[in-house]
């Protein structure tokens, strides 16, 4: 297979940011008429290799080459010409133009995008929209439709099933089929394995700004994928991660009660409480609603109806303030709405001490000092780039919001999405830590997206489906019967 | 937690960066270096050609002038830290000038305690606009400036609140013109006040963090419990303040009051902090940089004024050095605005 | 699981009038209330009209042109603190070549000063993008620069404009045409074809979200720089309409001050999002007027002309409080 002629062909890439060598040596070959995966945990190099594959930033070294010709594309748009079209991980579409505007901008043919919407059965969607104005998931396939109105040979899609329901993700994969089948090539992007494992034919792994290993995805290799993703050390943990907890913990009396709330335009009539010592998880598809509830819940919005209990006492909060002084805290799921990125890890952890009018006297260094020291020692942050946060790998900087709480204080922890694109590694440090603090006797509320996460770390389950929780699940009740459920089909016993 | 997983540093352990990186890296956080050697360079080469300023009285004049430009450019300072901007600065110490210097014949304390009052006033204003209205601290701040040009207009004319006689008060004359000792003008002596209190506020104080917090995210703030629009209430108050004894110090320097006497020491004053190495944008920075940056500025007129140059040149020579400034600021630090 | 997947909804498209209020209400409540605020005058002043109208367009004119000029850079996500300085210079230059001049010399002088404008003003965009300094900043900069130019090569008041040259830019004693027509026409043929080319739909681009403007294949800094070009033509019309209104150059910094904050008032009230990206050039243009109007209508009605400045500073405030607060209800909800 590898004596045949790649369509692309990439050689020794590297790429530095300043000091920090982000890819040191990558090589990919991409047959035509092929699926073909890359893999590799945060920081492996992966996103910067697209990135210079589809002209978003400039190798320092290495050759690209497609069809055995030289490709060196300077903008994104360039592609085009070149038979590449990419859908990137964030939306390429501005959100003040029309749809029509935009195609203009990339020089696509409405008739031709509109002829592709049908094609992939999303019909009626009008192109004279703002873009603002249309659901993210239908931005996402508009992104699609146009990398396939220029017809491209080689498809470039980067995390697109990340934010689509099952339904327009698995047009995504026939589109990849189609792809494949017309002697067009694609090169998928995911950190869902399943996908790669079902849809691809070759995947490639990096790890450490190379790549590492280049095989054919069948099932029953998971172990080798996560094996070369992850490198010697740390490869025997992510199969151990399943924890034999004895079912749920012995907990007490629920702390924060949450009873028919609504907000939004999706979330209807919510109710669930959580006691100390306990994980709730909550899981849905894309908007479901997940996002009011925990505005709601951290005080970042006003429920339109239904109240909040918290130790038996009304919580109506106009700020997050409130809700931090009841000891509710929210990690969000955005790390740039958490992260001082010009501040330094000190400053970034004890921002919450602050926050009150009364505490903005003079700061106590040696205590600060000691908070500080206590949450960067609990939660081993790097402390190498300590002068400025965005210097910093998305996992430390995740560590260093939840580290903000750990030397705040909090009775009540609300995590979205925590370990959202992050690697591997920090994943697990991460889970550890959510136990911990759960049988330190903090109630811990946590959405997650990934179904693994609720078997690893949650005593219970709840599915919300079109803004209300239709499921109240165990742990272990299973990823299919979490889909299910989110999906809004409720089996008679999980309904309970 | 004894977790072996691989981390993700940004910088891997067997990379040192650079020497040229940390030289770098060192100058980024400190421009003041930079900037001090630029204003030494300026000073000797001021003097080489007007010895005058190797005299004590030479080097009083630099103070003397430095020090108004200074004040605005403090309240400048920690509106930039914020990510805001105030361009009423002028108005308000033109405003505040007045009410001091009409007021006084009900005793001086009671007309400096009005100035302040005035520039506190409007601080709080603006402060309400931009922080519970959300309107754009530029057209805040402009806005605010023409209703104080206004309301200065208005109180003029005859019969109204500012029409009595302007009696700049003594102790203002003193602290504008006099001196404490040697080189070191009175009006030194507020600045110095000022400069220790910001620059202590800035780098220890609860309100200090959170005007860097605020400036570099304000929804991080916000989720971390912060009320944002407190702290920019409080921020543009400091700075009214600040204004407002910025301008009665100027208009007991000169003695008199006029409707736009502290004018031309606005764009200065955000030229001093943007040398200084304050980020418009928010969040980095600091007050000690700033001072050198009023000083750089102040003598630089001096150079032009010592060169003959007439205004037309000055002005000219003065864009062109703050865009030289900034531009290697940007240049050494690589913080590129987009 | 997709055979139980249910069929993700095609999202309902928004009405067109919903559509229509999003895009143009702004700018329809500000003609209607231009509207009424002539009406008003025209109920105050026995006679009214060319010689008020003329009055009002050739006053407005100048503030039209900056405001067009801030507008283009403010779209672009972006502020040019140095429209009303390069007015100035424009002003400047262009009242000393005319002092002698025919009026066919002066034409030629009118255009070479447009393109000198223009070029000067792109100049600012590159060191913009090539130096990475904040806009802010360098447009501050170089308001410094351009005034101290202006006096540089005027050295004081002085110049003056071909009579037949003013006449013809803002017409004679009661004929607003002419005014009007060169804003129509500055309108129509420079702004509306770029506004509907490749490069304005990247001019909005860059100013809503400048990372996705980059990934769709846009040129960011020849684009940011295309910006200042075009709001360096509107500044160069805007100091000949000062060179015909005023008859001579005047490098005077109060007056590029002036001019830049109405300018940013005008662009403002004429509801282009200053966060960039949203706004039609036509509410700076709208905006300028009604400015223009309110000292006039408010002295007519008595009130003393500081408390018309006072009041045009309240309503500029007020105006952008009620979009603040509009904002935040929405956000609310």
């Known amino acids: 297979m590898t004596d045949a002629e790649p369509l692309l062909h990439a050689e020794a890439v590297a790429k530095s940011y300043g000091a920090v060598r982000?890819?040191?040596?990558?090589?990919?070959?991409?047959?035509?008429?092929?699926?073909?995966?890359?893999?590799?945990?945060?920081?492996?190099?992966?996103?910067?290799?697209?990135?210079?594959?589809?002209?978003?930033?400039?190798?320092?070294?290495?050759?690209?080459?497609?069809?055995?010709?030289?490709?060196?594309?300077?903008?994104?748009?360039?592609?085009?010409?070149?038979?590449?079209?990419?859908?990137?991980?964030?939306?390429?579409?501005?959100?003040?133009?029309?749809?029509?505007?935009?195609?203009?901008?990339?020089?696509?043919?409405?008739?031709?995008?509109?002829?592709?919407?049908?094609?992939?059965?999303?019909?009626?969607?009008?192109?004279?929209?703002?873009?603002?104005?249309?659901?993210?998931?239908?931005?996402?396939?508009?992104?699609?439709?146009?990398?396939?109105?220029?017809?491209?040979?080689?498809?470039?899609?980067?995390?697109?099933?990340?934010?689509?329901?099952?339904?327009?993700?698995?047009?995504?994969?026939?589109?990849?089929?189609?792809?494949?089948?017309?002697?067009?090539?694609?090169?998928?992007?995911?950190?869902?394995?399943?996908?790669?494992?079902?849809?691809?034919?070759?995947?490639?792994?990096?790890?450490?700004?190379?790549?590492?290993?280049?095989?054919?995805?069948?099932?029953?290799?998971?172990?080798?994928?996560?094996?070369?993703?992850?490198?010697?050390?740390?490869?025997?943990?992510?199969?151990?991660?399943?924890?034999?907890?004895?079912?749920?913990?012995?907990?007490?009396?629920?702390?924060?009660?949450?009873?028919?709330?609504?907000?939004?335009?999706?979330?209807?009539?919510?109710?669930?409480?959580?006691?100390?010592?306990?994980?709730?998880?909550?899981?849905?598809?894309?908007?479901?609603?997940?996002?009011?509830?925990?505005?709601?819940?951290?005080?970042?919005?006003?429920?339109?109806?239904?109240?909040?209990?918290?130790?038996?006492?009304?919580?109506?909060?106009?700020?997050?303030?409130?809700?931090?002084?009841?000891?509710?805290?929210?990690?969000?799921?955005?790390?740039?709405?958490?992260?001082?990125?010009?501040?330094?890890?000190?400053?970034?952890?004890?921002?919450?001490?602050?926050?009150?009018?009364?505490r903005w006297g003079p700061i106590s260094g040696r205590k600060e000092t000691r908070a500080v020291n206590g949450a960067v020692a609990r939660l081993s942050i790097d402390t190498r780039a300590a002068s400025q946060a965005r210097r910093l790998s998305g996992g430390n900087q995740q560590k260093l919001t939840i580290g903000r709480w750990l030397a705040e204080g909090?009775?009540?922890?609300?995590?979205?999405?925590?370990?959202?694109?992050?690697?591997?590694?920090?994943?697990?440090?991460?889970?550890d830590l959510i136990r911990e603090l759960a049988e330190e006797g903090a109630a811990v509320v946590m959405y997650t997206s990934e179904l693994r996460e609720i078997e690893l770390v949650c005593d219970r389950a709840l599915v919300l489906y079109h803004g209300r929780i239709v499921a109240e699940l165990p742990p272990d009740a299973g990823e299919e019967a979490l889909l299910r459920a989110a999906h809004g089909f409720v089996d008679a016993e999980a309904g309970a | 937690m004894t977790s072996t997983a691989p981390q993700t540093a940004p910088v891997p352990a067997d990379e040192v960066p650079s020497t040229a990186q940390r030289v770098r890296n060192y100058l980024t956080d400190h421009?003041?270096?930079?900037?001090?050697?630029?204003?030494?360079?300026?000073?000797?080469?001021?003097?080489?050609?007007?010895?005058?300023?190797?005299?004590?009285?030479?080097?009083?004049?630099?103070?003397?002038?430095?020090?108004p430009l200074a004040l605005f450019a403090a309240g400048q300072t920690i509106a930039f830290l914020t990510g805001g901007i105030d361009l009423s600065v002028a108005m308000i110490a033109n405003f505040a000038a007045y009410v001091v210097a009409t007021q006084s014949g009900a005793g001086t304390v009671t007309a400096l305690v009005l100035g302040v009052a005035v520039g506190a006033g409007a601080g709080l204003l603006n402060g309400i606009g931009i922080g519970i209205f959300r309107v754009h601290p530029l057209i805040m701040t402009i806005g605010m400036s023409s209703v104080l040009l206004g309301v200065v207009s208005v109180g003029q004319a005859s019969g109204g609140f500012l029409s009595g006689s302007a009696v700049v008060p003594q102790v203002l004359q003193r602290i504008g013109g006099g001196t404490l000792i040697g080189p070191i003008p009175l009006n030194a002596v507020v600045w110095a006040v000022v400069s220790v209190f910001l620059i202590w506020m800035l780098a220890r104080s609860g309100l200090g963090r959170n005007i860097y917090a605020v400036g570099d995210n304000a929804t991080a703030c916000r989720l971390s419990g912060i009320k944002v629009w407190q702290v920019l209430i409080v921020t543009y108050v400091i700075v009214g303040i600040l204004a407002a004894v910025a301008g009665m110090i100027i208009s007991g320097t000169s003695g008199s009051v006029g409707p736009s006497q502290s004018n031309s020491l606005l764009l200065p004053s955000?030229?001093?902090?943007?040398?200084?190495?304050?980020?418009?944008?928010?969040?980095?920075?600091?007050?000690?940089?700033?001072?050198?940056?009023?000083?750089?500025?102040?003598?630089?007129?001096?150079?032009?004024?010592?060169?003959?140059?007439?205004?037309?040149?000055?002005?000219?020579?003065?864009?062109?050095?703050?865009?030289?400034?900034?531009?290697?600021?940007?240049?050494?630090?690589?913080?590129?605005?987009? | 699981m997709t055979e139980v997947a249910p069929q993700t909804a095609v999202p309902r498209p928004t009405s067109a009038v919903a559509r229509f209020r999003q895009r143009n209400g702004w700018v329809v409540g500000l003609a209607l209330l231009l509207a009424g605020l002539i009406f008003l005058r025209s109920t105050q002043v026995a006679n009214f009209g060319g010689f008020e109208l003329r009055a009002l367009v050739a006053g407005g004119l100048m503030l039209a042109f900056v405001a067009m000029a801030q507008g283009v850079v403010v779209i672009s996500g972006g502020i040019n603190l140095a429209v009303g300085a390069l007015m100035v210079l424009a002003n400047c230059v262009s009242a000393l070549l005319m002092e002698d001049a025919s009026f066919a010399m002066s034409i030629l002088v009118a255009i070479l000063t447009v393109i000198g404008t223009a070029l000067l003003s792109g100049l600012m965009g590159w060191i913009i993008t090539v130096s990475g300094m904040p806009d802010i900043v360098v447009t501050l900069a170089l308001h410094?620069?351009?005034?101290?130019?202006?006096?540089?090569?005027?050295?004081?008041?002085?110049?003056?404009?071909?009579?037949?040259?003013?006449?013809?830019?803002?017409?004679?004693?009661?004929?607003?045409?002419?005014?009007?027509?060169?804003?129509?026409?500055?309108?129509?043929?420079?702004?509306?074809?770029?506004?509907?080319?490749?490069?304005?739909?990247?001019?909005?681009?860059?100013?809503?979200?400048?990372?996705?403007?980059?990934?769709?294949?846009?040129?960011?800094?020849?684009?940011?720089?295309?910006?200042?070009?075009?709001?360096?033509?509107?500044?160069?019309?805007?100091?000949?309409?000062?060179?015909?209104?005023?008859?001579?150059?005047?490098?005077?910094?109060?007056?590029?001050?002036?001019?830049?904050?109405?300018?940013?008032?005008?662009?403002?009230?004429?509801?282009?999002?200053?966060?960039?990206?949203?706004?039609?050039?036509?509410?700076?243009?709208?905006?300028?007027?009604?400015?223009?109007?309110?000292?006039s209508i408010l002295l007519s009605m008595g009130v003393n002309s500081n408390i018309a400045t006072l009041l045009q500073g309240l309503i500029i405030i007020v105006v952008v409080m009620l979009g603040g607060f509009l904002e935040m209800k929405r956000r609310k909800l």
């Open chain 2, 31 to 67: 421009p003041i270096v930079v900037l001090s050697v630029v204003f030494v360079l300026f000073y000797a080469v001021t003097a080489a050609l007007d010895p005058s300023l190797f005299t004590v009285q030479g080097l009083r004049s630099i103070l003397l002038l430095a020090c």
């Open chain 1, 22 to 358: 982000a890819l040191r040596s990558a090589d990919l070959r991409v047959q035509p008429g092929e699926a073909h995966a890359l893999l590799g945990a945060n920081g492996a190099g992966k996103s910067t290799f697209v990135k210079i594959l589809t002209g978003v930033i400039d190798k320092d070294a290495g050759r690209i080459t497609m069809d055995g010709e030289p490709v060196a594309l300077r903008s994104p748009a360039e592609g085009y010409e070149r038979g590449i079209a990419s859908v990137f991980q964030d939306p390429a579409m501005i959100p003040d133009l029309t749809v029509k505007a935009n195609l203009r901008l990339t020089g696509t043919d409405p008739a031709a995008v509109t002829a592709e919407l049908e094609q992939l059965g999303i019909h009626g969607l009008d192109l004279g929209e703002r873009v603002s104005d249309v659901p993210l998931p239908f931005l996402r396939m508009l992104d699609l439709a146009r990398a396939l109105a220029h017809k491209p040979r080689l498809l470039i899609l980067d995390e697109i099933t990340a934010a689509l329901p099952s339904d327009l993700s698995a047009k995504v994969t026939e589109v990849m089929a189609r792809q494949t089948a017309a002697g067009g090539s694609v090169l998928f992007i995911s950190h869902r394995l399943e996908e790669v494992i079902e849809h691809c034919d070759m995947c490639t792994v990096f790890r450490d700004g190379g790549d590492v290993a280049s095989f054919a995805p069948k099932d029953g290799r998971e172990e080798r994928i996560v094996h070369s993703m992850l490198g010697e050390v740390a490869s025997g943990q992510a199969e151990e991660g399943r924890r034999s907890r004895a079912g749920r913990p012995d907990v007490g009396e629920p702390y924060l009660v949450v009873r028919g709330v609504s907000a939004g335009e999706v979330l209807n009539d919510v109710n669930f409480s959580v006691a100390p010592g306990e994980v709730v998880g909550i899981t849905a598809l894309e908007g479901q609603g997940q996002e009011a509830l925990f505005d709601v819940l951290a005080g970042a919005r006003r429920p339109r109806t239904g109240d909040i209990q918290v130790d038996g006492e009304a919580l109506i909060a106009r700020h997050p303030a409130a809700a931090i002084s009841r000891g509710i805290s929210l990690v969000p799921a955005d790390r740039t709405m958490a992260i001082l990125p010009k501040r330094s890890i000190r400053e970034n952890i004890a921002l919450p001490a602050t926050a009150r009018f009364w």
């Open chain 2, 270 to 338: 955000i030229a001093a902090a943007v040398i200084g190495g304050t980020s418009i944008l928010g969040g980095s920075g600091g007050y000690g940089g700033t001072i050198v940056g009023a000083l750089v500025l102040t003598v630089l007129n001096r150079l032009m004024l010592t060169l003959g140059a007439g205004q037309a040149v000055q002005q000219m020579v003065y864009g062109i050095i703050v865009l030289a400034l900034a531009w290697a600021y940007v240049a050494v630090s690589r913080q590129r605005a987009d």
């Open chain 3, 144 to 295: 410094f620069t351009f005034v101290g130019l202006a006096l540089f090569i005027l050295g004081g008041p002085g110049g003056r404009a071909n009579p037949d040259f003013a006449n013809m830019i803002v017409g004679g004693f009661s004929n607003p045409w002419p005014a009007l027509l060169w804003l129509s026409a500055v309108f129509c043929l420079i702004w509306l074809p770029f506004r509907y080319s490749r490069s304005g739909i990247a001019t909005y681009a860059i100013g809503s979200d400048r990372q996705a403007a980059f990934l769709t294949g846009v040129i960011v800094k020849r684009a940011r720089v295309k910006a200042y070009l075009i709001s360096g033509v509107f500044v160069g019309f805007a100091g000949l309409v000062t060179t015909a209104l005023l008859g001579s150059g005047s490098p005077q910094g109060t007056v590029a001050l002036g001019a830049l904050l109405s300018s940013v008032a005008a662009v403002v009230l004429g509801g282009v999002a200053l966060a960039g990206g949203r706004g039609q050039l036509l509410g700076p243009v709208l905006a300028a007027f009604v400015l223009t109007l309110i000292p």
């Open chain 1, 410 to 431: 909090f009775r009540t922890l609300l995590l979205f999405d925590p370990t959202r694109g992050i690697d591997i590694g920090t994943k697990r440090q991460i889970y």
